[in-house]
């Protein structure tokens, strides 16, 4: 069964302290990774796309990297801004079929 | 280039009820996904539609059911609402090439009562 699974549910990080979200998966056979940002009362946010192991991205203070069962989304030295849900997800096959992970609920605080 | 919209933004609804959500994509997306969104369950695959047809089915009851209009727009309608239907109902609009980054919108949060 195609499954998504985040790590940990919660992070709490002071400002400046880097920090790695984790994302493992298991799909038949994967698609692209998703990874996207969600604050309260609104919709995810895209962030980065990965289709292959080895695969890197980068985007102000976040990296995402990906291997063939999980994928990181680094932080480094937060800012309270930074502060929301990121999600993970994958496509496993069929047509914009996201499969979602529960999330890793993340607060920077100053 | 304005983002996905959904209308209403807050729905109350009593059980046995039905209701429609509304979703229009961005603009020349031909793609519209519905995902449902809960505390216990996450973000769920409800459908997508691309043209005017839809593609893919997630694992929802009968009650849930979509459409999309010929200008991409889409509705989604449930019916005979029951109490765990709560949750907050998020469309998404993509160019419809498959396995693509989606854009969500805001969404619509139901309550049954």
């Known amino acids: 069964e195609d499954q998504v699974t985040q790590s940990p549910e919660a992070l709490r990080l002071q400002e400046g302290e880097s920090s790695s979200l984790n994302c493992s998966y298991t799909v038949s056979g994967l698609r692209g990774l998703f990874w996207y940002r969600q604050d309260p009362g609104k919709g995810p946010e895209f962030l980065f796309t990965l289709y292959s192991a080895g695969e890197e991205k980068e985007k102000e203070r976040l990296k995402a990297t990906l291997t063939k069962k999980e994928s990181f989304l680094h932080i480094t030295a937060p800012k309270p801004e930074d502060s929301a849900t990121y999600l993970c997800a994958v496509y496993p096959g069929g047509y914009n079929k996201l499969i979602f992970g529960a999330g890793t609920r993340l607060a920077v605080h100053p | 280039k304005a983002g996905v919209t959904q209308t209403p933004r807050y729905l109350i609804k009593t059980r046995g009820q039905q209701v429609t959500l509304s979703c229009s994509p961005i603009s020349g997306h031909r793609s519209v996904s519905w995902y449902q969104q809960t505390p216990g369950q996450g973000l769920q695959f409800l459908f997508e539609y691309f043209s005017e047809t839809q593609r893919n089915k997630g694992n929802f009851p009968g009650r849930f059911s979509g459409r999309q209009f010929s200008n991409s727009r889409s509705e989604m309608n449930v019916s005979t609402l029951e109490l765990g239907d709560s949750a907050l109902y998020l469309c998404?609009?993509?160019?419809?090439?498959?396995?693509?980054?989606?854009?969500f919108g805001s969404g619509t949060q139901l309550s049954v009562l």
């Open positions: 998404a609009s993509g160019p419809g090439q498959g396995n693509e980054k989606l854009f």
